[in-house]
Every structure is written in C-alpha cells, then in structure tokens.
C-alpha cells in the first residue's frame, strides 16, 4: 500500500498567519490530492493536482489556497491569511495500486488550529 | 437530499458479533465505492474498494454494492475490540473525488 509523509502533524496558528502544509510520497507518483475534514464533520474534496497543474478543485478551495510541487517531491499546500474556520485536519491524498485496487490512500493527516 | 448518507451511530456490539455498515446516495453517477477506517485524528485506512455493483470480500470484511437501490454495505464477521473504530463509505463517478459519509463509530466490547 502506497505511503505518504504529511508534515506538520499539527500546527497552531494566529488567525491571519500564513500556512504551509506539507505532503512527501514515498514512491513517484503523478496524482495528489488534498482533503479536509472539519472535527466532527464529513472529509471532504478540495482539490486534485497532476502533472503540475490543478486538475480540480472544489467550492471550498478558493483563493486563500494553492498548491504545488515545489522540488518534484514535496507537495504543498498553502492557506494564506488563515481564518478560525480554516481550522481542520488536512490530509494529502495519492492515488496508487495497493491490495484492494488502484484508488486513493490517505496520509496521516496535518491538524490545523487556528487561534 | 444529501448526495452521500450513513448513519453515524454510534454502533456497539459484543466481541464475535457481524459488524453491519451501510451507507445511501443520490449520485447515479458514481462508480468506484470504497469503506475507510479511521481512527481518531488520524488519516483514513482504505479497507475495501469496489468498482460498480456486486460484492468483494477480503479476509474477514465483505463490501456490497446495489447500484439499482444506491446502497452500499460493510459487513465485519468475527469483530473484535481492535475493529473499535469509526468507518467511512466514500464513492466517486472517476476514483478520486471522493464524496464522504458522515461515518459511524463502532465500538467492540471484549
């Protein structure tokens, strides 16, 4: 099963401050991705990355987020000027053969506090 | 009417006990359908993967998909108090945007 790295684990952070979360796979891989999950409420999508671009993204992730791949390793993501509601778990995503097919695989996930 | 529903539970059952987990949709576009496990404040484990309907069965977990009804199912046979954890359904038209449940806790008792 593919593995992927997320740094921080947690952060904590003044409302208004900018974040860097952090996304490393073990193995190459062409598809990233970046979910949310808010506490006590559903993961949801927020955006998928191939190939250097933004393939997609969702309602929630406007301007105030971006993502790359800075080194052709790392994969970011970045929340500038961080809202309380910003607070959430963060997981990176990869999409990669593993014993139950080729689909998604989660990171550990990086909380985010916002303060 | 929300595009992915489960029943958060929470569940609990006694240890040996058929651990039963379902989850309903809207989207008749879906097509790859999948149970997670998550612990608390940790990233979900992917358990199951089905693509379309029928049944998959692995180990002492079996995932069933009804297109025809929008349901989806997670059985756990034999559970024990490790399997305590919350179970996610997620489905998607294309295998990555990935419309979560809500997720139902579950709780072995030993």
């Known amino acids: 099963e593919p593995e992927v790295t997320q740094t921080p684990s947690h952060q904590v952070t003044q409302m208004g401050q900018e974040v860097i979360l952090r996304c490393v796979p073990i193995?190459?891989?062409?598809?990233f991705y970046w979910y949310r999950q808010i506490l006590g409420q559903k993961v949801e999508f927020l955006v998928s990355?191939?190939?250097?671009?933004?393939?997609?993204k969702s309602e929630i992730f406007d301007d105030q987020f971006s993502v790359e791949r800075p080194d052709g390793s790392n994969f970011t993501l970045k929340i500038r000027s961080t809202k309380l509601e910003d607070s959430a778990m963060y997981f990176c995503?990869?999409?990669?053969?593993?014993?139950?097919?080729?689909?998604?695989?989660f990171g550990e996930g990086s909380w985010l506090t916002v303060v | 009417q929300k595009e992915v529903e489960q029943d958060p539970g929470p569940l609990s059952v006694p240890e040996g006990a058929i651990v039963s987990l379902n989850c309903t949709y809207s989207n008749s576009a879906f097509q790859y359908f999948m149970w997670y496990r998550q612990y608390s404040r940790k990233g979900p484990e992917l358990l199951m993967y089905?693509?379309?309907?029928g049944n998959k069965e692995d180990g002492r977990f079996t995932a069933q998909v009804d297109k025809s009804s929008k349901y989806i199912s997670l059985f756990i046979r034999d559970s024990q108090p490790s399997d305590s954890a919350t179970y996610l359904c997620a489905m998607s038209p294309n295998d990555y945007k990935l419309s979560f449940g809500a997720g139902t806790t579950v709780t072995v008792r030993a």
């Open positions: 990355f191939y190939n250097n671009e933004i393939s997609e």
């Open positions: 995503a990869i999409e990669g053969q593993g014993h139950s097919g080729n689909t998604i695989y």
């Open positions: 089905t693509y379309s309907s």
């Open positions: 193995s190459n891989h062409l598809y």
